[in-house]
């Protein structure tokens, strides 16, 4: 953003460009007067001149460099030559470190440089004559022990080749007062190149200059800290508002994985979902709220809440969409989400799905043929005024799909479809269980801690059941012909298929009581063409009525002198579940479930 255009308008930027331009003017050259005119009085004038100071102006050149780098409160060190001897160390270096006997040379007599790592950047610093600085070495106490210990050694005799410590003062004892000395902790060390000694016989020379930084580091440390303890939560929040525990329905295998991007504690919007809607059917749904933070997780929390109270209705997927659609603007109308939402028929073998602006669909077929879902694909959520439609993909027995969010395969450096691409080619080649196939598409995308964006994952797989897994999934379908004469052929065929299924006889009994009841209820109400379906899973046993009236029934108390009205009450007593929905060429679908006892099968 450009600030300078801006800029007359903050508070007291007048007076101040104001008062630069007056003192601009009086500090100027007075211009010459144009033609037939005068240059105003204020501006012609000659600025005032300074007042002259009441003494003498002080230099530095009586100052003492000892005392002055005895009172710094850094830790000072002075070595010169090659093997850097010591020149001088100031109060601050004595109170931390021990006293240092001069002319010694600093890998016996200063070994703490040596546990710091100092010496090889002070022999840089001879040889470049350049400034080299190290940030936040820690200087411990386990240290100090040691350098205590070291320096209560005899200092070796002074060299005899014209050394400057003979220039170098005898120094002060240390600070005895304890709050005055120096404390371990992180310090950087600065070496700069000088010359030591007189004039006629300087040497080179590293001076060390160590500054107290525990402050900062302790500070910053404990910035990290709480960043760290606030992306905790923040990813805390974003997976509790996510599935706990998938729902796994009787003849998918699902598994999900969701992983949070960056290193910041902005959270993400992304979510998936898997909904058993009963009669073997099973809506899956994944989304992505863009942008990030709290509101991000909190829309998707709502977005995800409704998606599963809509799914309770049991309606086509466009028409879930539908209802989203309008409660994402009503939630926030700044936020944009994608989202599909899918469901499963293992009677029909099929996917149907609806997409508002999300990622398409991967189908891999048994042979390990890849296609990608096709249109239609709407706008995302809260844009409003749009159809969503409903398109069908087949998913049979043998294959797979995966759903995803687009931090799996979009990059900054390469297009969106490129990345799509990629993943159809890990996918095709991906095996094992749909957890261990999430796994696998992460890697194989290049996804780690350190990604940029949230991931989302969503693997499901249509096993395909031989041998004695076969055994225990069934279908049994009847064509309702005729009038009230197909209730007797209905009760005879239930009966047939669920002593065929070698069920116990109270569970038999109960299916072919609930059998009667739901195809009298659509040859009273319905219309044809009808049909009874009857389904056993390794878990359930699914009785579902069809037929070409559109009017879904609903539960009602009957009075004692009514004659009808009980079919759904004795329905929802005797089975474990009940539904209805409307089917896609119109007509409607009554179900009702019974869950098998433990250990059959």
């Not at 005055?180 to 030591?196: A, D, K, L, M, Q």
């Not at 899918?342 to 999300?358: F, I, K, M, Q, T």
Request: hydrophobic share 40%; charged share 25%.
């Amino acid at each position: 953003m450009n600030f300078t255009r801006w800029s007359a308008r903050l508070p007291g930027t007048q007076r101040r460009a104001a008062a630069r331009a007056d003192r601009k003017d009086r500090t100027a050259a007075p211009a010459p007067p144009a033609a037939g005119g005068s240059v105003p009085a204020a501006r012609a004038e000659a600025p005032p001149a300074a007042p002259a100071p009441d003494g003498p102006v002080p230099t530095l050149d009586g100052l003492s460099v000892h005392d002055t780098l005895g009172k710094v409160p850094a830790l000072v060190a002075v070595v010169y030559g090659p093997e850097h001897r010591v020149a001088y160390v100031n109060d601050a270096y004595t109170a931390l470190f021990g006293p240092r006997a001069p002319g010694a040379a600093a890998r016996e007599a200063l070994p703490e440089l040596t546990e710091l790592g100092l010496l090889p950047l002070m022999d840089q610093v001879l040889r470049s004559r350049r400034p080299r600085t190290v940030k936040s070495r820690r200087v411990t106490a386990d240290i100090n022990a040691a350098l205590n210990i070291a320096a209560s050694r005899p200092a070796p005799p002074a060299p005899a080749d014209g050394t400057p410590v003979a220039d170098v003062p005898h120094q002060t004892p240390a600070p005895a007062d304890a709050e005055s000395r120096p404390r371990s902790g992180y310090y950087t060390f600065t070496c700069s190149p000088i010359e030591v000694g007189a004039t006629e016989a300087k040497q080179p020379g590293v001076l060390v200059f160590a500054a107290d930084v525990t402050d900062q580091v302790e500070a910053a440390e404990r910035l990290r800290a709480s960043e760290r303890r606030q992306r905790e939560a923040a990813v805390t929040l974003q997976r509790s508002l996510l599935p706990q525990e998938l729902e796994q329905p009787d003849d998918l295998r699902v598994a999900a994985t969701y992983q949070p991007g960056g290193k910041d504690t902005a959270v993400g919007g992304d979510w998936y979902d898997v909904i058993t809607l009963g009669a073997g059917r099973t809506a899956l749904v994944i989304g992505d709220v863009m942008g990030r933070g709290v509101r991000a997780a909190a829309v998707m929390g709502q977005l995800r809440t409704a998606v599963r109270a809509y799914a309770r209705l049991d309606l086509p997927p466009h028409e879930v969409l539908q209802l989203l659609d309008g409660l994402a603007g009503e939630i926030d109308a700044t936020q944009i989400a994608t989202c599909i939402y899918a469901v499963h028929d293992p009677n029909e073998g099929r996917l149907v799905y609806a997409s508002a602006g999300h990622l398409p669909i991967l189908v891999r077929e048994p042979d390990g043929t890849v296609r990608r879902a096709a249109e239609p694909t709407g706008p995302p959520l809260g844009t409003g005024g749009w159809m969503h439609t409903s398109g069908t993909m087949p998913l049979g027995p043998g294959s797979s799909a995966v759903l995803y969010t687009d931090g799996l395969v979009e990059r900054r450096t390469e297009d969106i479809d490129e990345g799509v691409a990629a993943l159809e080619r890990a996918f095709a080649g991906a095996t094992g269980s749909p957890q261990v196939m999430c796994d696998r598409l992460i890697r194989a995308l290049g996804v780690t801690a350190d990604h940029d964006d949230d991931v989302a994952v969503l693997v499901l797989q249509h096993p395909a059941r031989t041998g004695h897994d076969a055994e225990l999934f069934h279908n049994a379908a009847l064509e309702l012909l005729g009038g009230i004469e197909a209730a007797p052929r209905a009760r005879a065929f239930a009966s047939g298929v669920l002593v065929s299924w070698r069920f116990p006889t109270e569970l038999r009994d109960l299916g072919v009581l609930a059998a009667s009841e739901l195809v009298a209820n659509s040859l009273q109400h319905g219309t044809p063409p009808m049909r009874l379906r009857l389904r056993r899973t390794d878990r359930r046993l699914i009785i579902e009525v069809t037929d070409g009236d559109d009017h879904l029934p609903r539960r009602r108390r009957a009075e004692p002198a009514d004659e009808a009205g009980r079919g759904i009450s004795i329905i929802a007593t005797i089975a474990s579940s009940w539904g209805s929905r409307r089917t896609p060429g119109g007509g409607k679908a009554v179900w009702c479930e019974f869950a098998l006892p433990a250990g059959h099968g």
